[in-house]
């Protein structure tokens, strides 16, 4: 009968894993080219789905992705034969002109590097949240150098060679003399503190700012002075030839010949004037607009033509939420988009002022997204519109939600918690008792919430969510990564130990990855039903039928890494992937496994129960064996029964969740119970 029952499985999974796929939807589109180095063969451009490289001087452009953990890619440095690219989640290096990148060291891991750059082959990390890092040994390690610094986010670093600048949005310029060991304030003239880019050209700098602004400084910084060119918005500066160009938000490029005394425009071709980027190879001049699309000009800019019109890409989506008949996807890098046909078009929204999206949760037709710089915005018509809401917050950085009763809470990734009882229309405080601001996870089930981190492990409060206590008890890893909560279990998702389970709100923790790869990169859980699913950072999908007992893969036919989100619309379970947009699967595929959906033919009850649970099994007259085991795998009993109905004592049990299995000569039957 053993051999049988095995047969039995292994024909149920073949026979899944050949007829269900996963389908990619048609989008959301990537786009947003934000910076671009050239090495002296290859020219690279960062964008919102990865890294884009070319060998023939932007006649021909692919992705080079190899090795990169996060495709929401920023900016770029050099030294030696490496190329550096920073990522909302650290720095990735190459050796191999893009073709396989590897994380440059782990002290950055997690971190979003929105700028990074090399002086005397020293690098430099300017990030969100975390200030300024340093790496001495081409990214192998880093250590923080922060002194004289405060800014919470770093916009752009440069160098003239000397000095190192850092340009921030809303504290202003500082300035380096000795490799980031001290910092120091240089907005003397500076009337806007919130800087877009800046640049060192023919031994001067120049700074742009949010309110179009543009600042010259002839004295490393010391002072400056306003340009009055009239150009609006400058986003990036590049020279080339003598000349310097500067790339503007919706008016095109700039070309000025006398160090930017004078600018013309230099559109001539350039069908596109939303420009995020600019670069140069030694003898081209290229501009990457919002769309994704790069142009180039090998006549200094009199004349440009699409080069990459073909290398069309979709975002990484990071959150994803239903609300009513609308698909919600909140993308890193690339806005947040709503789909009414399951994907098959999407639209972006306007109505929030940032392409960051860190999560998105909905109940009914309210939905929050949670934004990088910008805090949260709020929409009451399922995602069509949004309005800011951050009356309260101190942090503009939301990366989780969870709805409790009638509070919303929001996580923050540098001041805990918050709280709102007018749907997010005020917030407070709510973090009283939390080690750790950085607020990676939350959930509730309705009466508690609790609060995942980035290094203290998990956190319960009651639905007031005004102390805080610990529950780690039995968790190997505090790096926790998700959280939900389903049929009286606690579900936590960790960065590098799998999943763990508890029965009792986290006073104690259970090990809860069977089926999974050792060590998994748990990026997402999901429950929906009965069902809890769990994206990996290898690009997997798998599901649990037993609250994390075991996991079985539904990954066939999905394309992408890691797996970022996951949700349920319609008819269908998506999937949010880095630099993949959002992938759909059938519900009733996956849960055709074991039937659960239709047809269960095992029922336990009263679920919980207490002392003594009935079994009832809906085939008439059939021999079956029914085995109950822990959520770990390990048989507690074993009854063998023609009946249909079998009572068991259960009071020496322990409370915990336990598995049900019936076993009989031609099949398998799986359902759960838990002891209270």
Request: charged fraction near 10%.
């Amino acid at each position: 009968m053993a051999l049988k029952k095995l047969l039995f499985i292994l024909g149920v999974l073949i026979s899944f894993n050949c007829n269900a796929q996963w389908q990619a939807t048609n989008g959301p589109a990537g786009g947003f080219i934000r910076n671009f180095i050239f090495d002296s063969t290859y020219i690279y451009a960062a964008t919102g789905g990865g890294v884009l490289a070319s060998n023939t001087n932007g006649s021909n452009w692919s992705f080079q992705n190899t090795g990169l953990k996060s495709c929401d890619t920023k900016s770029f440095a050099r030294i030696g034969s490496y190329v550096f690219v920073s990522t909302d989640e650290n720095v990735f290096r190459s050796a191999d002109h893009g073709q396989n990148w590897e994380s440059a060291g782990t002290d950055l891991d997690g971190k979003y590097v929105k700028t990074i750059v090399a002086c005397n082959n020293v690098l430099f990390a300017g990030t969100y949240l975390h200030g300024i890092y340093r790496s001495q040994d081409t990214g192998a390690t880093w250590t923080a150098v922060n002194n004289g610094i405060s800014a919470k986010y770093m916009y752009w670093l440069t160098t003239d060679g000397v000095n190192i600048y850092a340009a921030t949005y809303g504290n202003g310029i500082y300035r380096t003399s000795d490799l980031g060991n001290t910092w120091t304030a240089i907005n003397n003239g500076i009337t806007d503190q919130y800087i877009m880019t800046m640049t060192s050209f023919a031994g001067k700098l120049y700074a742009s700012t949010i309110g179009s602004v543009l600042f010259v400084s002839s004295n490393s910084g010391d002072s400056w002075t306003v340009l009055g060119t009239g150009i609006p918005s400058v986003k990036g500066f590049v020279g080339l030839h003598g000349n310097l160009y500067a790339g503007t938000f919706g008016n095109g490029v700039y070309k000025s010949t006398d160090s930017a005394q004078t600018w013309v425009a230099t559109n001539s071709g350039l069908a596109e004037t939303d420009i995020w980027a600019v670069g140069a190879s030694d003898s081209v001049l290229f501009v990457g607009v919002s769309s994704g699309h790069i142009y180039r000009s090998s006549n200094n800019g009199s004349s440009w033509s699409l080069c990459n019109s073909s290398n069309t890409f979709k975002a990484g989506v990071g959150s994803l939420a239903s609300s009513g008949t609308t698909l919600i996807a909140g993308s890193h890098g690339s806005k947040l988009f709503t789909s009414t046909n399951n994907g098959s078009t999407w639209t972006a929204t306007s109505t929030i002022g940032t392409v960051e999206i860190r999560s998105v949760i909905s109940n009914g037709s309210l939905v929050l997204a949670g934004t990088d710089m910008l805090g949260i915005f709020v929409s009451t018509n399922n995602g069509t519109a949004f309005s800011a809401s951050n009356n309260g917050l101190t942090s503009n950085w939301i990366q989780a939600f969870t709805f409790c009763g009638t509070k919303i809470f929001a996580g923050s990734g540098e001041s805990g918690i918050f709280s709102s009882t007018n749907n997010g229309t005020n917030w407070a405080t709510a973090n009283s008792g939390i080690a750790c601001n950085n607020i990676t996870a939350l959930t509730s089930n309705g009466t508690l919430v609790f609060a995942g981190t980035a290094d203290s492990g998990v956190y319960i409060s009651n639905a007031a969510g005004t102390n805080w206590t610990p529950i780690n008890n039995g968790l190997t890893s505090t790096n926790i990564t998700a959280l939900q909560y389903v049929n009286n279990c606690l579900i936590v998702g960790t960065k590098k130990d799998g999943i763990f389970v508890s029965t009792d709100n986290g006073t104690s923790w259970s090990a809860a990855s069977n089926g999974l790869p050792i060590h998994t990169n748990i990026r997402c859980l999901y429950v929906y039903g009965t069902i809890l699913y769990a994206g990996t950072g290898d690009g997997d999908v798998f599901a649990s039928y037993d609250y994390g007992a075991n996991w079985i893969s539904i990954s066939t036919g999905l394309i992408g890494s890691p797996v970022l989100s996951l949700c349920a619309s319609g008819n269908y379970l998506l999937a949010g992937i880095n630099a993949g947009g959002v992938w759909k699967r059938l519900l009733s595929e996956i849960n055709g496994i074991f039937d659960l959906q239709n047809k269960p033919l095992i029922y336990s009850y009263p679920n919980p129960a207490k002392d003594n649970i009935t079994i009832e099994n809906q085939q008439q007259g059939i021999q079956s064996v029914i085995e109950i085991s822990n959520i770990q795998g390990q048989l507690i009993k074993t009854i063998t029964t023609n009946g249909n109905k079998t009572n068991m004592d259960i009071s020496s049990l322990p409370r915990a969740v336990y598995i049900v299995k019936m076993i009989t000569e031609k099949s398998v039957w799986i359902n759960t119970f838990v002891k209270e």
